[in-house]
């Protein structure tokens, strides 16, 4: 079966303003501290560029990234959840924030909070730009959302199919083509 873009779910404006919004209310969050800003590779890669970029220096931003896979060249998850890449950096007793392109199943989240529980940081909050909550198996709590969308397979953005797709500045609903 191929797939083809459909409509657009997200403009890039629409997401650009929303983007600035998160980095504003971060930036009250966390003033005057330090924060480790993680990225899960490789879908959160284009929100997290743009919204550290929205966060002003009254906090102090790192940034690092891990990297886990699920999906694979499908657009259903394989329910298990894969570390490729961990962080460089040592997160005991410092404020950290993860960030993610979308909650879908929130089993890549749960699991990545746990994780990062385990290592002992200070404050540890999630920061997601899209949650699909009709698709939730696993409850984690998301500090910080963007939009939350409907049950259909969103590309664009840092988030692709097959690996595509990732570049489009808007989100876009992928359906079978017939
Ligand atoms: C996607 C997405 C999230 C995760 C969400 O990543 O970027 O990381 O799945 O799904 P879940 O809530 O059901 O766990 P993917 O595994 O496709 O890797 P990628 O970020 O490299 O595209
Ligand atoms: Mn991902
Ligand atoms: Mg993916």
């Not at 959840?81 to 950290?96: L, Q």
Request: with cysteine.
């Amino acid at each position: 079966m191929s797939y083809e873009l459909n409509e657009v779910l997200l403009s890039e404006g629409v997401i650009k303003d929303r983007v600035r919004e998160l980095g504003r209310q971060i930036s009250r969050d966390y003033a005057g501290k330090e924060l480790i800003v993680i990225g899960v590779l490789k879908g959160a890669v284009i929100f997290l560029s743009d919204l550290v970029r929205c966060i002003d220096n009254s906090v102090k931003v790192k940034i690092d990234f891990l990297a886990v896979s699920s999906y694979g060249a499908s657009t259903k998850t394989s329910g298990i959840v894969r570390i490729v890449k961990d962080i460089d950096s040592d997160i005991k007793g410092c404020e950290v924030l993860i960030v993610e392109d979308i909650m879908d199943t929130g089993l890549t989240l749960s699991y990545l909070y746990r994780l990062m529980m385990e290592r002992q940081p200070r404050g540890l909050r999630i920061c997601v730009l899209l949650d699909k909550p009709d698709r939730h198996q696993a409850e984690v709590n998301i500090d910080y959302c963007g939009f939350t969308i409907p049950d259909e397979f969103v590309v664009g953005y840092g988030l692709d199919y097959a690996g595509l797709w990732r570049n489009l500045p808007s989100i876009y609903i992928v359906r079978p083509s017939m």
